[in-house]
């Protein structure tokens, strides 16, 4: 069994394009939520969402993969760009048979399904792009991937709703950690933003209709949310060999120790709200990661802002902590960047890692009104230091999926 390292990061996401700014932005509690821009959201009952609104994709990419794909396979390639500079590594001598790319969606091409539909029924059947399925389709994100930079190793797309990057970083977190592979370009991507989508979703009655104040609406753990804010963007991850890694002279932002997934089996968007499968996830990440209870200093929640999901969540980590619940910090990042769905927990690894290297807690912002049901520390509204040693980072699904990852403040006696 090999140690496993994060050696590069990359993020895309409505409160910051870039890691830097991604993580500026947390630190600062700066909220990504406004009035949708890219379509007339007038006369849906949700109008807000997590847009990215100044997204340049020429800055990495070429002109050809803009103009065939959809937002989010540049979104992805844009990160994993961006990741794979970070990490410093040598395409022309690394072992392309020992580099692979797994990656999560949870929708795929939202925005090219939506064009082409639009197309076939305005102009006919003849009209509609040959990229068409190939855009739309959720492996083509690390296809493009493996593509762009030359990974032939394992490669396949994830799909489990809002936990597809999470199962994807725990799944690219064993092929390295085995031997199978060296490297893993790993994460997720995600842009639903569009009119079917948001209607789709407001219609489940899923979403925040705090439309008169957007940056507001994300509110997880507080006593009055209303529900979460649809939103987009990608999250990247270098998983490395830490042998390799050191060899080499890599950046080592930190230490990922374990993966624990599992199933509700209950309905199809609803948390048990026994909340035992998803303490199974949280403890099986524990028990992979040889982690005890006492050495857990921050948790990065699900916290998606709907009133059952923040209630069982709290709930769920108290049956695996117990009183030690209390003085564990938890924040969640969706309280700023609304929840990027498929592509969440590969932005939220981002944020844990981060918070790991530097020290620091990022807020969750809006907490305005404790709720008796939701009482632990969710560290609200500011950024606080803390010296951690390990984080957890917890994702659950429409359909029942949980996954949590847990890492570790990378140390040489570690």
Same mark, same amino acid.
């Given at each position: ?5 994060? @050696? ?9 394009? +870039? ?29 807000? &969402?997590? !847009? ?54 949870? %929708? ?34 690390? /296809?493009? %991937? ?6 032939? /190793? ?13 199962? #994807?970083? +725990? ?31 407001? &219609? &489940? ?7 008169? *104040?957007? !940056? ?29 890694? *050191? ?6 932002? +930190? ?5 624990? #997934? ?6 199809? @968007? ?71 769905? /498929? ?7 981002? &944020? ?7 020290? %620091? ?5 809006? $907490? ?41 403040? $990378?140390?040489?006696?570690?």
């Amino acid at each position: 069994m090999h140690r496993v390292v994060i @050696t590069g990061v990359g993020a895309v996401t409505s409160v910051g394009i +870039g890691t830097q700014n991604f993580w500026d932005a947390l630190k600062s509690g700066k909220n990504g939520v406004s009035r949708v821009e890219r379509f007339d959201p007038s006369g849906f009952k949700s109008q807000i &969402a997590g !847009e990215i609104k100044d997204f340049e994709p020429a800055k990495r990419l070429d002109g050809k993969e803009i103009r065939r794909f959809d937002l989010f396979t540049l979104y992805a390639l844009y990160s994993a760009a961006e990741a794979i500079e970070k990490s410093g590594l040598d395409l022309e001598s690394l072992d392309m048979d020992r580099a692979g790319v797994i990656y999560g969606s949870g %929708i795929g091409g939202e925005n090219v399904w939506e064009q082409e539909h639009s197309k076939l029924l305005k102009k006919g059947p003849g009209k509609v792009s040959p990229f068409f399925i190939p855009a739309l389709i959720i492996n083509m994100a690390p /296809g493009m %991937i493996a593509m762009k930079f030359g990974f032939k /190793g394992v490669n396949y797309g994830v799909v489990s709703a809002c936990s597809s990057s999470g199962h #994807a970083i +725990g799944e690219a977190f064993r092929k390295v950690r085995n031997g199978e592979m060296d490297i893993m370009v790993t994460g997720g991507s995600e842009a639903p933003i569009g009119p079917l989508a948001l209607a789709g979703f407001c &219609a &489940a009655r899923s979403l925040s209709t705090r439309n008169d *104040k957007p !940056e507001k609406a994300s509110r997880p753990f507080d006593k009055n949310r209303d529900g979460f804010v649809v939103s987009e963007g990608s999250g990247t991850l270098i998983l490395e060999n830490l042998e390799r890694a *050191k060899k080499r002279g890599a950046p080592i932002f +930190g230490e990922i120790v374990g993966y624990g #997934a599992s199933e509700d089996a209950f309905h199809i @968007t609803a948390p048990n709200e026994t909340g035992e499968p998803q303490a199974m996830a949280m403890k099986r990440a524990m028990e992979d990661g040889n982690i005890k209870k006492e050495e857990v200093d921050y948790i990065n929640a699900h916290g998606t802002s709907t009133i059952l999901n923040d209630k069982v969540e709290t709930m769920v980590i108290k049956k695996v902590f117990g009183d030690r619940a209390y003085d564990i910090n938890i924040s969640s990042s969706k309280s700023m960047t609304g929840h990027l769905l /498929g592509a969440t927990s590969a932005v939220e690894a981002v &944020a844990c890692i981060l918070s790991l290297r530097e020290g %620091i807690i990022t807020p969750t912002t809006n $907490y305005e009104t404790p709720d008796e049901e939701c009482d632990l520390n969710y560290t609200p509204n500011r950024a606080v230091k803390r010296d951690i040693k390990v984080a957890l980072s917890n994702s659950f699904g429409f359909g029942g999926h949980n996954v949590t990852l847990a890492f570790k403040k $990378y140390e040489e006696s570690n």
